[in-house]
């Protein structure tokens, strides 16, 4: 099964676009390439899946490599409910790593 | 529409105790799954249903039991807990599972085993 390889944190100013990239080497070709965050004590939340193309939603954009080895998530405009660990989860046992701290600044 | 259901929302056990965990959807969904998150950990599977009947286990089984009699409820039974057991457990579903669907996920149980 495909696992996942994240930064543990990163930072973004309030407003500004983020970038979270995932790298998942070892993906098939069939799996699905979905994105979870949670907010502390909380359950994860979905954000957006895709498979090959870019996908844009309400929430996100997810940006998908043409080898599909890797893919970024895209929040166009930070605020502090963005504030949260992202997951980066695919393969048939849905491996969630330990995610992307995210952390915002007013 | 409730969404999941999980209860209880903490319990205590002492090592070699037994209990439930319950969890049951109200959306109709095929898929339903049941996840461990230790202290700043992502989330492994456990044990997944793609149906009324049907189980299978995920990537750390385990001291887990699980059955699905209906489509809207999904127990995980502890049989003999034992302190590794230490945890919070999400249970989730899903329209279905090939492909998986969106995921909603319940707000956890939190178990703690003395």
């Keep these: ?106 | 529409n409730a969404g999941v259901t999980q209860t209880p929302k903490f319990q205590v056990l002492k090592t070699g105790q037994s209990m439930t965990l319950q969890c049951a959807q109200d959306m109709n969904h095929e898929y339903m799954s049941w996840y461990r998150q230790d202290p700043g950990m992502g989330l492994r599977l456990i044990h997944y249903s793609v149906g009324a009947g049907i189980t299978d286990q995920g990537e750390v089984p385990n001291g887990y039991n699980v059955s699905r009699s209906t489509t809207e409820d999904f127990p995980l039974r502890l049989l003999s807990a034992a302190p590794s057991q230490t945890s919070v457990y999400f249970c989730a579903s899903s329209y279905s599972k090939q492909p998986l669907y969106e995921q909603y996920f319940g707000p956890g149980t939190r178990l703690t085993v003395t």
């Excluded at chain 1, 983020?18 to 939340?45: A, F, M």
């Excluded at chain 1, 895709?50 to 929430?59: I, Y």
Aim: aromatic share 8%.
């Design chain 1, 1 to 106: 099964d495909a696992k996942t390889t994240q930064p543990n944190s990163m930072e973004s100013n309030e407003e500004e676009p983020v970038h979270l990239p995932c790298n998942h080497s070892t993906i098939s070709g069939t799996d699905y390439i979905h994105w979870y965050r949670q907010l502390p004590s909380q359950g994860p939340e979905y954000v957006i899946h895709g498979l090959t193309s870019n996908v844009n939603n309400r929430m996100a954009s997810l940006a998908i490599a043409e080898d599909r080895k890797s893919s970024t998530l895209i929040l166009h405009r930070a605020t502090l409910r963005d504030a949260a660990v992202y997951y980066c989860v695919t393969g048939n046992q849905f491996y969630f790593g330990t995610g992307t701290s995210l952390t915002v600044i007013p």
